[in-house]
């Protein structure tokens, strides 16, 4: 019989505790749920009003995966949604992780956990602007941290805060937090600082996703800030061979790497990172560091 569980009072089954996740470290279901539950305090105000796309794994990296934007079958009904619009399937409902409770009724899924850069009461109207820097082979994420700083400066000659973090798997993502902006027009602009980027970078970056052209190179993924895209939220776990988390990082941090290792974070590494940096995200949750997307065609005084 699985066990009874009862949080914020609401009674969860939780199944499976002793299966083994990721069997390069034997990192246990029960252990991934443990993470969740302790770390749901940086992580639910990046979930906060944000739909949530699942990729599940219910049998760690190596077994399935699948990917669902639908609230999934069986699911409670105390967790919360909201209606999407889709372009092409009319609209949808998506899960709202809001609380403890709905975040280990998720967690229990074995999912990694996906947001927009809106929120469900403005669907398509961006208050984050995103940029995933993808390595290509044999570059690596030392490589992503030339071209993050770049964005970094760029960005703030426009008057904008950049925010690095991992993605958990190979690269870096940077956030911006912005003031209410249509998706497009943060779509156009991050695109149009994508295209200086590999102006400027030459042989180290290119935004085209044209695979070819990616080895050795860092491509510049501007396509996620498109209303129907999503990323990895901060802190999330990851479907890796390893418990890797996105996690968020320091500009030092990002200066100063020179081998992948140093910017790989596994689930149990998180605790103390926070214990001293605190939540590096926190100034994306709040309006005060938000400010006004530039039109396509301003450039850098």
Known sequence: MSPITVVEGRRLSLTNLDKVLYPETG??????LHYCTTTADALLPHLHDRPVSFLRYPDG???QCFFTKNVPPGAPSWVK???VPHSRSGPARQVLLQDLASLVWAANLVVELHTPQWTCDAPGVADRLVFDLDPGAPATIVECCTAAR????RLAADGLDAYAKTSGSKGLHLLVPIEPTPADRTTAYARTLAVEAGAAL???VTHKMTRALRPGKVFLDF????AAKTTATAY???ARPLPTVSTPVTWDEVAACAEPGQLTFLFDEIAGRRERYGDLHAPL?????????PRGDRRPA
Not at 27 to 32: P, R, W
């Open 285 to 293: 949750l709040g309006p005060e560091r938000a400010r006004p997307v």
């Open 202 to 204: 030459g042989d180290l």
């Open 81 to 83: 949604s909201c209606e």
């Open 236 to 238: 999330t776990l990851r």
């Open 27 to 32: 990192t246990t279901k029960g252990e991934v």
């Open 223 to 226: 396509s996620q800030n498109a």
């Open 150 to 153: 770049w964005l970094r400066d």
């Open 61 to 63: 990296p190596d077994g």
